[in-house]
């Protein structure tokens, strides 16, 4: 079935630099959507990017949709202990059009 | 956003035995999914929660395993039966919205022992 692949899965930082995470899939997405989950929390809608070579900001964080609607980023600028979490990038496929979540991307920060 | 509450948040559970969680949401939602995140892993969809009729079900889970009821349209339990240590896992309550976007329970986080 569809897959989606997130790297790195694992990203320790020091606090104030900067932190990318990818998810890459192999057939064309109509949509894209990131999620973040605390430790212990549960996970929490960020953004939903719809169209080819869209570009997002939410304060620190910047999230692009590839030209080819095949992959997808989000950066954080100057990270801080708050963005400590599981990333998560999601889209809609399958038979169902059930909402698939990628393998996730974990970031520590150390103060 | 809806607010949506999971009972029992926390539960360690014996094998063998069935445990029932359920979700509330303070608004009416068409839309009403439970999923599955293992430790350390992604999330998965159990299913799809229809009120009136029957859950549709995601490959590798089964009603006999994973009944679920949706009596009205605020409502919905999810049963895992006859558990086992590999049914530890958080069990998420979710809806979705005319935007496609998905919101979470808090998860109720199950061990068996």
């Known amino acids: 079935g569809q897959q989606v692949m997130q790297i790195p899965q694992y990203q320790h930082v020091q606090e104030g630099e900067d932190f990318t995470t990818y998810c890459n899939s192999s057939?064309?997405?109509?949509?894209i959507q990131w999620y973040k989950q605390r430790p212990g929390g549960h996970p929490v809608f960020l953004i939903q990017l719809v169209k080819s070579g869209e570009v997002k900001k939410q304060k620190r964080l910047t999230f692009q949709f590839g030209e080819a609607k095949k992959n997808s980023s989000l950066h954080i600028t100057a990270t801080q202990t708050t963005d400590v979490g599981t990333y998560f990038c999601a889209f809609h496929g399958g038979a169902t059009n059930k909402l698939i979540f990628g393998t996730g991307t974990l970031l520590a920060v150390q103060p | 956003s809806a607010v949506i509450s999971q009972k029992p948040s926390r539960d360690i559970c014996q094998r063998g035995t069935s445990l029932t969680i359920q979700c509330q949401v303070d608004?009416?939602?068409?839309?009403m999914f439970w999923y599955r995140q293992q430790p350390g892993q992604s999330l998965t969809l159990i299913a799809t929660?229809?009120?009136?009729?029957?859950?549709?079900?995601e490959s590798g889970f089964v009603i006999d395993k994973f009944p679920i009821s949706r009596p009205n349209l605020t409502f919905s339990t999810l049963t895992v039966s006859n558990m086992s240590p590999e049914d530890s896992s958080i069990y998420l309550c979710?809806?979705?919205?005319?935007?496609?976007?998905?919101?979470f329970g808090e998860g109720s986080w199950l061990t068996v022992v």
């Open positions: 929660a229809n009120q009136g009729s029957e859950a549709t079900y």
């Open positions: 057939t064309t997405l109509s949509n």
């Open positions: 979710s809806v979705g919205t005319a935007g496609n976007t998905i919101y």
């Open positions: 608004s009416q939602v068409t839309m």
